[in-house]
């Protein structure tokens, strides 16, 4: 795959002299792309874990990139320094669907390789290609914590899904994450649209096409199988984070992602008390840099706790 190297930092810049950022390529798109921020010197030996972020923008806008991640990088970069544990910094993008409204694109005269044109599962079959190209190159094994906003939180969870149901066909089942970070995720398209009067129905159909039981099973939040079997036994943390000021989704989002996981057996993290609207998380970033921290020190308890 191809490789483009020597960007100053992915948008770090100065404030951060120990990295540096490439792009890598898994597919043909040029949405096959992952951003990558590596240490320039040897990690340290006790740097265990990467971090790996999925981007939202309701599948669709062109706005959204790898360096969304940037701004919570450079929270994470105390004194320019990696935090202990951390390895490097991941970023994943993936075909997105039309947004005509505002974005139009002639297909006739588009290249293939520039076309928004996916349709579920065409979002989540990237991001697992990108996943398996990313675990071949930095043996990730289980020693990585997935951090999805808004869209790209469901396609965290969904990685978990059974894949046969989409007709993902994938020889190497995806080690599971350390943790998830689910943050102002869309886990429940039906109910989601409803609660919002139908508002939402033309860029969830964009992306999923109009038939609401499609919807429902590409929904983590209804999932009729149980996360138990790709997580457990060893209790991956997961945490869920919201603001009640989001202004695109509501506090029952969230919450009927999390009653998903206590209906499975988990005992998720959820914090509904985040400040700002949908994209200003992760705009800020200070936000997401806290729930990585606090994620890092539950994972750290639970190391030492098994050492004893």
């Known amino acids: 795959m191809g490789i483009g190297k020597g960007h100053k930092a ?13 792009y890598l390529r898994y597919g043909k798109h040029n949405l096959h792309r992952i951003g990558v921020w590596e240490q320039r010197r040897p990690a340290k030996p006790n740097a265990t874990y990467w971090l790996i972020f999925i981007h939202g923008g309701a599948w669709r806008d062109p706005r959204n990139k790898p360096t969304d991640f940037a701004p919570s990088i450079r929270h994470l970069m105390t004194g320019g320094n990696l935090p202990e544990t951390v390895r490097g910094f991941i970023s994943i993008d993936y075909r997105l ?7 139009p694109q002639c297909l006739d005269e588009t290249p293939s390789s520039e076309q928004r044109s996916a349709q579920h599962p065409d979002h989540l079959h990237d991001v697992r290609s990108a996943m398996y190209f990313l675990g071949q190159r930095f043996d990730l094994g289980d020693k990585y914590i997935l951090i999805g906003h808004s869209a790209g939180a469901m396609l965290a969870f969904q990685l978990l899904m059974s894949s046969a149901q989409w007709q993902l066909h994938f020889e190497v089942p995806l080690p599971k994450p350390a943790a998830i970070i689910g943050i102002s995720g869309i886990y429940d398209l039906v109910n989601l649209n409803r609660r919002y009067d139908g508002n939402y129905t033309s860029f969830i159909g964009n992306a999923f096409g109009f038939d609401e039981d499609v919807w429902r099973s590409a929904s983590p939040a209804q999932y009729h199988d149980s996360f138990a079997q790709p997580l457990l036994p060893h209790g991956t943390p997961l945490w869920l984070a919201i603001s009640p000021n989001d202004g695109l989704l509501d506090l029952a989002e969230t919450a009927a992602m999390a009653d998903k996981l206590r209906a499975d057996g988990f005992q998720p993290n959820v914090v509904d008390d985040l400040h700002g609207e949908h994209d200003f998380v992760w705009q800020d970033g200070a936000q997401v840099a806290t729930l990585v921290r606090r994620v890092l020190a539950e994972l750290n308890s639970k190391n030492c706790a098994s050492l004893t």
């Open 97 to 103: 669907s039309p947004y005509q409204e505002e974005f």
């Open 10 to 22: 992915g948008g770090i810049r100065d404030d951060a002299p120990d990295l540096e950022f490439s």
